[in-house]
């Protein structure tokens, strides 16, 4: 045989490997053919593994080191090749015998062929690799997926498919679309995938099978790259569960809108920005809007304090915690403030991540005002406005050092236990008001006033000096008399000490000193203003009737007249005048209802008028003027036979000038006209007094009384 | 080094075995390394017993053959024994009880002892079963195992085509179905080998093979592929011809591995005596002008003992296909073909089921060769 077709027949050999179903099977024919043709004594193959490892097959060899390293002069021995690119292979061939130039050239091709079906084989895995990863991906859908050509004949389609029809996956292959899935003859009505060859575009329909699921079918056109029709891809999809959810949550929504818009608190839901994304109409209603209208503004524009707002807002996302009962003026649509409580609650979303708020509003405008109130009293006097002594209290412990010098004023209203027994309570309260009043419009703004007893004033005058407080005590008594030449029948009288503190003593020690001071004014004021209080009483009652002063008048001289028959001291006459004057002093304290009153009095009417006996002994009892005539007041409505009050005395035992003037005051008022009667004659007020006597009257007094008046008629 | 080689043809197999092993250690003196070769119907244990008997601790391997060869011809029915001994050989043997652990994998993975030698006189003799399959892929498993710098020699072992039962045996013991290896050092051996085919020069592919079946060549049916190409008319003469017209697979140099055709299946596939891998470019070999294919075997025989120097010993290994094809011839061949060697140069081998060689570089696998192994 030639050399030419000896070379041919190597030729055709060294090109005829056969596609090995592995890269073992390819490498045992290489060694097969290399030591057969080419007397190789070794060979090594090395291929990249998927894992960055090569993998390494070799034959004849004891160690890999150096492999792929040319020996020293064994280079005529050795065919080395390496793919292309060079980290797709290298193949090694060692020989016993130096390669001739033919052989090295058929080696090379033996090489080549290798490296080629290397290379298909490696394409022939990734295709396949990627074949079954499509296969894997699609096949592990949960919707049903699959192809069909022009005719409708599946040409491919995925495991959920073939379950969802219930047959093989083999048996679905080849046959018509519908056939197989819907069992009919024909195409189906309506049928997407016709629709789609017909207008090449993608269609999408839901429809109900036969068992009730709710099935979401799309169908797009496919095409090769030449735009050529290929068929359909069809997907469907079961969206009964998705359908029943979306209705589930819709109803759900529905009825939390429901809840929401029912509250009778306001809902609100703002954004990460503040703006109001949801709210309720009890919500608008807060604030004045119409309905729709809260929708969109942000809480700046809603809040009077936009920061307070924003950082409550903003400790709720930073710290991921709800808050409650935030109070926040807000600006009412009419312009009014109003005051709402608001709570704040994060909204987050599945990964908890905050995505807005959420709270409730009511409002609070009327408890705020309320509580506002309740501090105020806790802190205030509630009948006169100033500060109190719980207040003042607390002012004495805390005042700053900057308000130094500090001066404390101490005042007394004189006499209000007195004021309060005589003329009740309320007219006590209104020379409390006054008194007040006197003391507001005295002092500086800075200067604040207490009262901090039933009848106790005190007052702070920071940076204060003695000079400066003299000037405010002179302001005081100023506004005082100014009050009392207006106000005669409320006129107050003040007992005011000062003292002031530079910061070297306590402020307590101030007060005590203060204190001190007013005591002192008190006593040396003590006298006048008691006269001043009784002649203030006197010109109330007389300011009140008229006619009660005529009739003190004729008493006056009645009774003294009497006095003197019955031969009496000066003295005695002089109390007996005085008595005549005042012995009605306690009907100032008797409501002008009851004391003016034209009918009969009531049972209890007539008890508060049975009173004033008493109120005008306690009027006389302290006053040193009156003093001597007090128990005269006192008794001055007992009678003969014990019948008469307060004390029920009878006889010798009433008090001859009270036996005087109860003869006075009855003929007096006999015969005075009063607006229910006229007056009596003076011959028929005798004679009742007549009638009277040793019942009413005293008979001797009586008698006496009797010939006086007829010797006077005389 | 000292050689020996014995045969008896005494029936009683331990007594043939003592007598063969005393013969050649006669000549050899104390062995290293012997070898051992039955021919008809033996037990080899007895054989083995009694080898060993004599020959004490050498190494010893060996088997079952159709013929053993010596200087007196080929013998069909005794006990051949060759015995090496020296100061500088050493020899280990290795004995595989089955040729299923050979696969078409090529990594070796037999646990064969191995020793350390400087130089390149190491020489491994193997002796798998004649029957088995894929000895290609058993010899270079080999290789992989054993490592480079080795030569191979060796032949399949067979019988007397009675039993098809062969045996192999080394100094452990005996096997059936598996192979028997014994490695030689200190000896320089030099080897020849050939068969005398020529190609006919039109090539086929086996496009589709199976193990030692070929079912197509050129993608039609084997048979019918190549009865056209010797105008075989029917299966019935493929016996008579295929013995003549092996197919020849290319080798390096221009040289062709041939594969005896056995016989015909009824799908017109061939089964081959050695396994022919697919996609091999084939072609049918011819015998030399004249017919005459035993003209090479003195070529061989003469020129690889003529490129030893020092020679002491001779192992042939004929293939028994051209024991059968020449018939009476082969022996006056063999007398004619060792006669232009001297004489007083011990001859022992075997009529092998296939030859073992690696002249070519790797150990192959070759049919109807004869192969000379020359050492000292």
Redesign the interface.
């Known amino acids: 045989?030639s050399?030419a077709?000896?070379e041919?027949?190597?030729l055709?050999?060294v090109t005829?490997?056969?596609t090995p179903k592995t890269f073992?099977?390819l490498?045992?024919?290489l060694?097969?053919k290399t030591?057969?043709?080419?007397?190789?004594?070794?060979a090594a193959l090395v291929l990249p593994a998927e894992n960055g490892q090569q993998t390494v097959f070799?034959?004849?060899?004891?160690n890999t080191k150096g492999l792929f390293r040319y020996p020293k002069g064994a280079g005529e021995h050795c065919l080395v090749h390496h793919f292309t690119p060079k980290e797709a292979g290298s193949l090694y061939i060692k020989?016993?015998?130096a390669l001739l130039p033919e052989?090295r050239r058929l080696a090379l091709i033996l090489a080549q062929t290798v490296e080629r079906l290397i290379h298909q084989r490696k394409v022939e895995e990734d295709l396949k690799k990627a074949e079954e990863e499509k296969n894997l991906i699609l096949d592990s859908l949960a919707e049903q997926l699959f192809f069909i050509d022009g005719k409708q004949r599946i040409k491919w389609a995925n495991l959920s498919t073939a379950s969802a029809v219930g047959l093989p996956l083999g048996e679905l292959v080849g046959r018509r679309c519908y056939r197989v899935l819907k069992g009919h003859c024909g195409s189906c009505r309506e049928c997407l995938a016709i629709a789609v060859f017909k207008s090449g575009k993608a269609q999408q329909g839901v429809v109900i099978s036969s068992q009730g699921r709710i099935l979401d079918i799309r169908s797009y056109p496919m095409r090769r790259a030449d735009g050529a029709f290929r068929g359909v891809l069809n997907t469907i999809t079961d969206i009964t569960q998705r359908v029943k959810a979306e209705e589930s949550l819709r109803l759900s929504e529905a009825k939390y809108r429901e809840i929401v818009a029912m509250l009778q608190e306001g809902f609100y839901e703002a954004d990460l920005s503040g703006t109001i994304i949801l709210s309720n109409d009890a919500a608008e209603r807060l604030l004045g809007y119409e309905p729709g209208q809260l929708v969109g503004k942000n809480f700046r524009h809603i809040v009077k304090n936009p920061y307070t707002a924003l950082r409550i807002f903003n400790d709720v996302y930073v710290t991921g915690r709800a808050r409650q009962g935030v109070i926040l003026e807000v600006k009412h649509s009419e312009g009014k403030p109003r005051f709402v409580e608001i709570s704040v609650t994060p909204i987050k979303d599945s990964t908890g991540e905050i995505t807005s708020f959420c709270g409730v509003a009511r409002d609070v405008t009327e408890r705020k005002r309320h509580v506002e109130k309740l501090e105020h009293y806790s802190w205030h006097d509630a009948l006169t406005g100033l500060y109190n002594r719980a207040w003042f209290e607390q002012q004495l412990k805390e005042i700053d050092s900057a308000c130094y010098p500090v001066t404390l004023l101490m005042a007394d209203l004189d006499g209000l236990r007195l004021i309060n027994d005589i003329m009740g309570h309320a007219h006590g309260d209104e020379l409390l008001k006054a008194c007040a009043r006197v003391f507001k419009t005295s002092v500086r703004a800075t200067d604040r006033v207490a009262r901090i007893g039933g009848d106790e004033f005190a007052a702070i005058l920071p940076k204060c000096d003695e000079d400066v407080a003299e000037i405010v005590l002179k302001r005081i008594r100023r506004t005082l008399s100014e009050h009392n030449s207006s106000n005669p029948q409320f006129l107050l009288s003040l007992s005011i000490g000062a003292a002031t503190s530079h910061g070297d003593s306590s402020l307590r020690q101030t007060f005590k000193k203060a204190d001190n001071r007013m005591l002192g004014d008190k006593l040396l004021r003590s006298l006048k203003q008691k006269n001043q209080l009784i002649e203030g009483l006197a010109a109330t009652l007389a300011e009140r009737d008229y006619t009660t002063r005529l009739h003190v008048e004729r008493l006056a001289e009645l009774c003294p007249r009497l006095g003197r028959r019955l031969g009496l001291s000066k003295e005695e006459q002089e109390d007996l005048a005085l008595l005549a004057r005042v012995h009605d002093l306690g009907k100032v304290g008797v409501p002008p209802d009851i004391l003016f009153k034209q009918g009969s009095l009531t049972p209890e009417e007539r008890a508060i008028m049975e009173q004033h006996p008493e109120k005008g002994y306690r009027i006389a009892s302290s006053s040193p003027n009156l003093v001597h005539v007090a128990r005269l007041v006192l008794c001055h409505h007992e009678r003969w036979d014990g019948g008469g009050y307060p004390l029920g005395l009878r006889g010798k035992e009433i008090p001859l000038e009270c036996r005087i003037l109860a003869l006075a005051d009855a003929y007096d008022a006999m015969t005075s006209d009063r607006p229910y009667r006229r007056a009596m004659s003076q011959r028929e007020a005798l004679r009742v007094i007549r009638e009277c006597a040793g019942s009413q009257f005293d008979p001797q007094l009586a008698e006496e009384f009797i010939k006086m008046m007829e010797e006077n008629e005389e | 080094m000292c050689s020996g080689v014995g045969l008896s043809r005494d029936k009683d197999g331990k007594r043939a075995g003592m007598a063969a092993a005393k013969e050649a250690m006669a000549k050899s003196g104390p062995p290293t390394i012997s070898f051992l070769f039955t021919a008809g119907n033996y037990d080899p244990a007895e054989v083995l017993t009694g080898v060993q008997s004599i020959i004490g601790p050498s190494k010893l391997v060996g088997a079952s053959t159709y013929g053993i060869i010596t200087r007196g011809g080929v013998c069909t029915a005794g006990v051949g024994v060759c015995c090496l001994g020296g100061p500088n050989i050493r020899a280990t043997t290795y004995l595989e009880k089955s040729l299923s652990t050979v696969g078409s994998a090529y990594a070796g993975n037999f646990n064969i002892v191995t020793l350390s030698h400087q130089g390149k006189a190491k020489t491994v003799f193997v002796f798998p079963d004649g029957f088995g399959n894929n000895i290609s892929a058993l010899l270079r498993q080999l290789h992989d195992s054993m490592g480079p710098g080795y030569s191979y020699a060796g032949g399949g072992t067979g019988d007397n085509l009675d039993k098809r039962c062969t045996y192999q045996l080394t100094d452990e013991g005996v096997t059936t179905g598996g192979f028997s290896l014994a490695t030689v050092y200190g000896v320089d051996f030099e080897f020849g080998l050939g068969h005398g085919w020529q190609p006919t020069g039109e090539p086929m592919l086996v496009t589709r093979a199976e193990g030692k079946r070929v079912y197509e060549l050129d993608g039609v049916t084997a048979f019918s592929r190549y009865a056209s190409s010797l105008a075989i008319a029917d299966s019935n003469d493929f016996s008579h011809v295929s013995m003549k017209y092996p197919l020849g697979i290319l080798c390096r140099g221009g040289e062709f591995l041939l594969r005896d055709p056995l016989q015909v299946g009824d799908d017109g596939s061939i089964v081959f005596v050695t396994e022919i891998p697919p996609n091999t470019v084939v072609t049918i070999m011819t015998p030399p002008p004249g017919g005459d294919v035993s003209q090479v075997k003195s070529e061989i025989l003469y020129n690889t003992y003529a490129s030893a120097p020092k020679a002491k010993i001779m192992f042939v290994f004929d293939c028994v296909s051209r024991y059968f094809l020449l018939g009476e011839a082969f022996e006056r061949n063999l007398t004619q073909a060792l006669a232009g060697i001297e004489p007083t140069l011990p001859v022992f081998g075997c009529l092998s089921f296939g030859e073992i060689s690696s002249i070519s570089g790797a150990p192959l696998f070759y049919n109807k060769c004869i192969t000379a192994v020359v050492g000292g």
């Open positions: 045989m050399q077709l000896l041919l027949l190597a055709y050999d005829s490997l056969s073992e099977d490498f045992a024919q060694v097969e030591t057969r043709l080419f007397g190789a004594v070794g070799t034959w004849g060899w004891k020989c016993k015998q052989e």
